[in-house]
Structure formats: structure tokens, C-alpha cells
């Protein structure tokens, strides 16, 4: 009887690991420079903070996820972000529909295509205290972009400082 | 000693309850007509499927979200969704974000200004049989469209019954 009921533990155990992993192909894996970041696991499965469109070089659409520790911040209007909260960017091609269009019977929709890379700011005061508290990081098909990449980026948020360096507003 | 216990556990249960409050103003409240659906509780919480730019009339730019049994679905490529999947799209008027054009010095980023509406599709086999399984219900400030706008839900998605009626494919 015990046995048995090991060997339930044991499979569902395994079949949520295995449901886990199906849910982003690239958790873990190699760390991005300067940061030391990698993918956090799981995160395609964090609360939605807002969506956007960036046209221009980009143009993608995007949506900003983020763990708990974030989205409770956001939720309370509370700045800065405490250490551990973690804003994820996920964005994609963006491209017309020709199958909504065809129903709609005009150009309208625009959706995801396939997926440019993701983004995550970490934070964590102390030891990224030079980069205003935040860590960044960057990857395309699951692989850490490189260190000229990486620099770019606590400068493009400096602007948004008063709102602890981060320019996603909650969508309520 | 277990007068505190007590007290600690209706604390966090409290607390918690105020926070899940504070992730949807809106949850339950008055049925849409014809379907009889309220606001699923937490779905503002729920994992995203994926997002998109409706140009023309709506102008807007929304997140589709779903329950666990509707993003398991989607994963597992499962089709017709089984019953007690619930799909959430949120929507957003499409804004222009001066801040972040400022930033990047040209007019690029496109980002969700006050919510418009939500809409949600439940399967229910049985119980909306004949509208393919589906019900369906919009919902504005918490208070649902009414008949005229919910009869237009089902003839517009009978294009994509070979998709069991479902627009929006999922993202990686």
C-alpha cells in the first residue's frame, strides 16, 4: 500500500516536472554576462503586467510578466521594487493576421509572430548596486545575449529613474 | 498558545483575501444575459496565452489570458478545449507613450492606456451545445453587455470552427 502510494507521489511528481518544462523550452541554461542572470524557471507562466507595441527598429509586440515579489509591488504602488522581484519582457514579431483580416474584412489585426527574445531585470540592491539595483539580461532561442548588448541597457532606464528604472506602468 | 495560531492563520487568510480582492475590482458581480456567466474570480492572475493589436473600430491592444485548463489545452495543442476551459481577453485603448517616445526620439512605443473591456469564453459542451460549447460575455467596469452585443459573439467565431471557435493562437 505504501509502495503504491510512493509510486503515485513519484508520478505526478514527474508529470508536473514534465508539465513544467513543456511551459518554456528555455529555463536555466547558460547565464547572461556582466549579470551573471539565467533564465529564471518557470517564467512564462508569471501575472501579466501590461502589453505594448514598439514599432521602429523593433517592432515587436511584447508582454511584461512578472514573479510575485513584482506584480504584489506593482499592485501596491510600491517604489523601489523590493530585492527579489524579477520583471520579465517576452516579445514577438508583429505581424498582420490575414485570417482575422479575411473575417473582419479589413487589414485590423495585428498578432504575435514568431518570438524575437526575452528580456528580465533582477533586483538585487546590493549586488547590482552600480546599475541602480537592477541586474539585465537578454535571450534569443534560450542563449544569453553578449556583454555590448547588456551595456546598453541600465543607461536606456536611467531616464525612468524616479520610477525606480522601470518604464512598464501596471494595465489594470 | 493555539488562541495565536488561530489568530495568525485568520491574519494571512485576511490578508490574502484582500490581496486576491485588490487583482480584480471586478470579480463575480452581475451574470452577463443569455450565457448567465459572472467574472471568473482571479483572472487577472491567470497565465497568458497571447496578445495583439486590433486596429480599425477598436483600436485597442489586448492580452488573452486563460485558466489552467485552457493553457494546459493550448500547450498540449488539445482540441476541442475541454469543458471548464475559460479564455479571458482584456483590452486596452492603444495609446501612444510620450515617455518612452522621448527616450528612444522618435514616435515607436504603443502602450495600454484605460481598459476598454473584458470578454470571456467558458466550455460547456452541454450547457451551450448550441453555440458550439462555447458561452460567451463582455463585461465594461464590472457590468455586463447586454443581449444584442453577446448574440454577435458566436456567428464571428464560426470561421474558426475547425479551431473549435478559438481566434487566438498561443505564443511561445
Not at 504575435?112 to 532561442?141: L, P
Request: charged share 20%.
Amino acid at each position: 500500500m505504501k509502495r503504491i502510494a510512493y509510486l503515485i507521489v513519484a508520478v505526478v511528481a514527474l508529470s508536473s516536472a514534465a508539465y513544467m518544462a513543456r511551459a518554456s523550452r528555455f529555463d536555466g541554461g547558460d547565464a547572461a554576462p556582466i549579470f551573471g542572470i539565467t533564465i529564471p524557471p518557470g517564467y512564462r507562466d508569471w501575472k501579466l503586467i501590461s502589453v505594448a507595441h514598439e514599432a521602429g527598429n523593433n517592432n515587436d509586440i511584447r508582454a511584461v510578466l512578472g514573479n510575485d515579489v513584482a506584480v504584489r509591488a506593482y499592485r501596491e504602488n510600491k517604489l523601489p521594487f523590493p530585492d527579489g522581484t524579477i520583471i520579465a519582457r517576452l516579445a514577438w514579431n508583429y505581424v498582420p493576421s490575414e485570417e482575422n483580416n479575411k473575417v473582419f474584412g479589413r487589414p485590423q489585426s495585428f498578432v504575435a509572430g514568431a518570438a524575437t527574445n526575452v528580456q528580465f531585470m533582477v533586483k538585487d540592491s546590493k549586488k547590482y548596486a552600480s546599475t541602480g539595483g537592477w541586474g539585465f539580461a537578454q535571450f534569443k532561442d534560450g542563449k544569453p545575449d553578449g556583454t555590448a548588448k547588456l551595456e546598453t541597457c541600465f543607461p536606456c532606464h536611467v531616464p525612468v529613474k524616479a520610477r525606480d528604472f522601470v518604464y512598464t506602468r501596471y494595465a489594470p
